[in-house]
């Protein structure tokens, strides 16, 4: 298969970069070259086509490392990631508004800072398994039991979509809420400790890093693993609860087919080029041969169900969405409520000012993000947003 990439040489690992290079903000550019030059990255940087300037790491970027890992690299939204399931309902089967339906699911579901009024985890939350268990207080303990199956705010939504059949699906995106940011503030921290304590001087301290057989390491490690399995049953009851919320308004709604899973800020264990690697993805899912995913656009747009096509210079990953444009603080400057009201036209969602840094215009042109990743993903199904529920 021919890449797409082009190859940027630095002082130390190359780039691979699945997109124009004059488009990426020059401090992404600066930000991906001292990531490359950090001393145990293997082989090289891949860059996605959705990549833009993040906050510990280039957002859009899959790197791979030897017996070491950056925490803020990985960031604090761990295990961020995404849902998609399709219905056996259709388009005809609507009513004319649905903002009944929208309400329904904002009942069940918490957003923004909100919890359940009690547990709903659905089977016990082992929070002692934590390594940092002791450092946490009985509020961020108690909270985090009444988060799982809550939405957050920010980039985080709940979706109804139609796919080209007029099919009717169910899309969220969510993470591991305020125990992963608690969690992985504290590790970021103790990292940075690490550094200061090796009198490693940084070319920033966000690039701090823990080295394997090291407690601080481990102890990392078991975090991050249990942060991005919290993710994940988020995302399951969140689901759950949504499905409940619309048999309110369709008693018969089912559940077709498989549904699509996948996190996109996280790290696994992988071979690649025939060697066992740490993958930090932030801000890129995993698109093996054969592997289901789910990029989407923005509300307003199109998002894509797509499957992997195993490409080894990206190691075997892809984008996790259109990335954004402009920063949050530019869009709010630049956009107003009657640009937002146009560019959500005909989706049901909030059209208020505490989501305009949210706008469609605010982020990169997906069918663009996906014609420049057609080497590593294909596209198996497309959907357009109907309804959009927002933190």
């Known amino acids: 298969m021919e890449s797409k990439a ?20 020059p401090e992404a550019m600066e930000q991906l ?14 860059v996605m086509p959705d990549v833009h300037l993040g906050k510990g790491a280039t957002v859009g970027s899959v790197i791979a490392t030897k017996e070491a890992i950056m925490p803020a690299a990985v960031g604090v939204d761990i295990g961020c990631g995404m849902l998609a399931a399709r219905t056996n309902l259709n388009a005809s089967d609507l009513p004319d508004s649905l903002l009944k339906i929208r309400s329904d699911i904002e009942k069940i579901v918490p957003v923004g800072f909100d919890c359940h009024p009690d547990e709903r985890f659905g089977k016990k939350l082992e929070l002692k398994e934590l390594s940092l268990y002791d450092q946490l207080d009985d509020k961020t303990l108690e909270k985090a039991t009444r988060q799982v199956g809550t939405l957050g705010g920010g980039n985080h939504f709940i979706e109804l979509c139609l796919d080209q059949e007029n ?3 169910i899309m969220l995106h969510s993470g591991s809420r305020n125990i992963g940011k608690t969690i992985a503030e504290k590790h970021i921290t103790i990292a940075k ?3 200061k304590s090796l009198l490693k001087n940084l070319e920033d301290p966000d690039l701090a890093y823990l080295t394997a057989r090291t407690p601080e390491f481990e102890h990392y490690i078991n975090d991050l693993f249990w942060c991005q399995e919290y993710a994940l049953e ?8 949504i499905v409940q919320a619309l048999k309110k308004s ?14 996109h800020n996280y790290v696994s264990v992988e071979n690649h080029f025939g060697e066992n690697v740490f993958v930090t993805r932030k801000g890129a899912i995993k698109a093996e041969k054969g592997d289901l995913g789910i990029i989407p656009g923005s509300m307003g747009t199109k998002s894509y169900i797509v499957r992997g096509k195993g490409n080894p210079e990206s190691f075997n990953s892809c984008s996790h969405g259109a990335g954004r444009r402009m920063s949050r603080a530019k869009a709010k400057k630049v956009f107003t409520l009657e640009d937002l009201k146009k560019q959500t ?22 069918d663009q993000v996906m014609e420049n990743q057609s080497d590593l993903v294909e596209v198996v199904t497309i959907l357009k947003q109907i309804l959009c529920v927002k933190g």
């Open 345 to 366: 036209s005909g989706v049901e969602c909030r059209k208020d000012s505490g989501i305009i840094d949210e706008i469609p215009g605010a982020y990169k042109d997906i």
């Open 33 to 46: 070259y001292r990531i490359s030059r950090m001393p145990f990255i293997y082989d090289h940087v891949a």
């Open 250 to 263: 369709f008693p018969n709604l089912q559940i077709e087919g498989e549904i699509t899973s996948c996190h």
């Open 234 to 241: 988020n995302r399951k009851v969140m689901f759950q609860n």
């Open 6 to 25: 082009h190859t940027l040489e630095s002082k130390g690992k190359p780039l691979k970069i699945w997109t124009d290079i004059s488009g990426i903000e």
């Open 167 to 169: 099919q009717i699906w």
């Open 193 to 195: 400790g690490v550094m």
